[in-house]
């Protein structure tokens, strides 16, 4: 009984590799939080990165419980959560673009709240791929044991890697020292945002 709830050292080797690389590589949560980093600092941003870290574990464990199948049941209602990922990913790219003026100046926007972050998840598709391959490549027996050792290792290597972007952007303040430098900066980051947009919009 135990084989089915304890994960080998080579397929946890392997799975580590793969929340590392998943976690570190550029996406909606990496280029957000870098974004916030910069307009923001990133004590204000504590928030939001713990709600991608917390809201994104969460997430495995759910889709490892059986949400998955669900989705494979009702396939309309993943077009649904398609579409819905598409229109709000617009529109936290016009938030990133239309975000907080340097030194002084009065904010125009504010920091992604925690549940903020953590509803997002589910209309991440990034999020959606790498949960959807953690369940099915390293939780193959789907046990209880075996999905919550997959959220949890998850997390403890999702924690550092996407706080390392958040530290990225606080240290980019020292470059957007003024308001066209800012605005150039936002403009960037809300494009790639909606770059990350692509493989979903040939998917649909």
Same mark, same amino acid.
């Given at each position: ?5 304890? =994960? ?92 907080? /003026? ?23 598709? /990034? ?61 960037? =980051? ?15």
């Amino acid at each position: 009984m135990a084989q089915h709830c304890v =994960m080998s050292f080579d397929l946890l080797t392997a799975l580590i590799a793969f929340a590392f690389v998943t976690s570190i590589t550029p996406g909606p949560n990496n280029l957000m939080l870098m974004a916030s980093g910069a307009n923001f600092g990133f004590a204000r941003t504590i928030p939001h990165l713990l709600g991608v870290v917390i809201g994104f574990t969460l997430m495995i464990f759910l889709i490892g419980a059986g949400l998955a199948q669900l989705f494979e049941a009702y396939p309309v209602s993943y077009r649904v959560l398609k579409l819905v990922s598409i229109v709000y990913l617009f529109y936290l790219a016009w938030k990133i673009a239309t975000a907080s /003026k340097p030194e002084g100046a009065e904010n125009k926007g504010t920091p992604i709240t925690f549940v903020q972050a953590v509803l997002f998840q589910w209309v991440n598709p /990034k999020a959606w791929a790498m949960a959807l391959t953690a369940i099915t490549a390293y939780a193959p027996t789907q046990s209880v044991g075996a999905i919550v050792l997959v959220a949890i290792i998850f997390g403890l290597v999702n924690l550092p890697s996407v706080g390392s972007w958040t530290l990225l952007g606080q240290e980019m303040r020292r470059i957007l020292t003024n308001t066209l430098r800012l605005r150039v900066f936002n403009g960037v =980051m809300a494009v790639l945002l909606i770059a990350s947009l692509v493989p979903v919009l040939f998917a649909i």
